[in-house]
């Protein structure tokens, strides 16, 4: 059975306070969860430039992270017989897509594994109009695919969530921030997760910081009073964070999906509380798409149904990354991943951003190694 010493833990917490004491972010959190267990809960810094003590119920935004959860709703619903993997998108949403047409192709299944062909959306950049789901909603109607769907596998950034929640919406009568909070979020007991914040909800969520090219060459913390980088800015705004975005602007800790980890990894169950059937977390966690260069990020990639799956070099689960290992990351250095045969949920949290992508990936592969070293000395 694998298990964290007291003294692997101590290794631990130096190796996540290293990372604030140089200045890598204001604030983070490391949760990691053993065989059903909480073992490991960490938080450190702050919650901003000016901001407060950050501890294990701060709240972040956890960038595309949230996309594992909007998928579990819909695994959700496929479980429970109310659509099918291979159904085509219009079957549930008839105005998609016109009949007889390459677009009307689209399955769930494509849609889930990034493979839709409709990667781009003429909003991915207008935060003004991402509170407006019937907008998107129109927005997803209209676009044409780039890739013939099903051929080229290319991350969905924005368009994984409108097109997963406007299905949930679909099939299951539910806007999906409320599918997901009672049907994901509720049950295991994942208390301070939600997508988007409540209108009567006060916005404690920590404040995103960003970078300069180079700050960390002369005084990594100079670059911390900065401005959040271009791309994560608008996450600041009360406003798209009061939004409902299910591939962008979930809030949670990193206990809470090293909790959502944990139960995955189990198959699907913890503490007596059952998200999916074994069967359908196989189907949702094995690797369904696989290419050399990713349609969006241009790089490999693997892409389970909802999840991102490991064995690549640089892939953020670390240099003993396995294929069998399912996750996903989030802008900055945010990620979470599950081992089944560990039976390991991992979560890693902070509210620094760098535009350098490959600076994050080394920071949490690090962080990632850390913990499977540790879990592999007993």
């Known amino acids: 059975m694998a298990q964290i010493t007291e003294s692997d833990r101590q290794q631990l917490k130096a190796e996540f306070d290293r990372h604030l004491d140089v200045g890598l972010h204001h604030g983070a959190q490391l949760a990691v969860y053993v065989d059903g267990e909480l073992v490991v809960d960490f938080a450190g810094g702050t919650t901003g430039p000016e901001g407060g003590e950050t501890t294990s119920e701060t709240r972040h935004l956890i960038f595309s992270c949230t996309k594992p959860y909007a998928g579990v709703g819909l695994h959700q619903l496929i479980e429970d017989g109310r659509a099918d993997y291979d159904d085509p998108v219009v079957d549930h949403w008839p105005e998609f897509a016109d009949a007889d047409t390459e677009k009307s192709e689209i399955t769930i299944r494509q849609v889930l594994g990034h493979t839709a062909g409709i990667p781009y959306g003429e909003f991915d950049d207008k935060a003004e109009k991402w509170g407006d789901w019937d907008a998107v909603v129109e927005a997803m109607e209209e676009i044409e695919p780039v890739f013939k769907p099903g051929e080229q596998p290319a991350y969905h950034t924005f368009n994984y969530g409108w097109l997963v929640g406007e299905l949930i919406r679909r099939i299951s009568g539910q806007h999906v921030d409320e599918y997901v909070a009672e049907n ?110 990713d349609g969006t990020l241009s790089r490999p990639a693997r892409y389970a149904l909802g999840f991102w799956t490991g064995g690549l070099a640089n892939d953020m689960f670390g240099s003993f990354s396995r294929e069998r290992m399912f996750g996903h990351a989030g802008l900055g250095s945010i990620f979470g991943w599950g081992d089944p045969e560990l039976t390991v949920g991992f979560a890693y949290v902070t509210n620094g951003i760098r535009e350098e992508s490959w600076e994050h990936a080394a920071r949490v592969s690090e962080m990632s190694d850390a913990v499977r070293l540790a879990l592999l000395d007993y």
């Open 184 to 293: 994901v979020f509720d049950p295991l007991d994942m208390e301070e997760s939600a997508i988007g914040l409540d209108e009567d909800e006060e916005d404690d969520v920590a404040t995103l910081s960003g970078f300069e090219m180079f700050d960390r060459c002369r005084d990594p913390s100079e670059g911390l009073g900065i401005p959040a980088s271009e791309s994560a800015e608008a996450f600041n705004d009360e406003t798209v964070r009061r939004a409902v975005i299910p591939a962008a602007n979930g809030i949670g800790t990193a206990r809470d999906m090293a909790r959502f980890y944990a139960c995955i990894a189990n198959g699907g169950e913890l503490d007596g509380t059952r998200l999916l059937d074994e069967e359908t977390v196989a189907e949702a966690t094995q690797t369904h798409a696989e290419t050399e260069s």
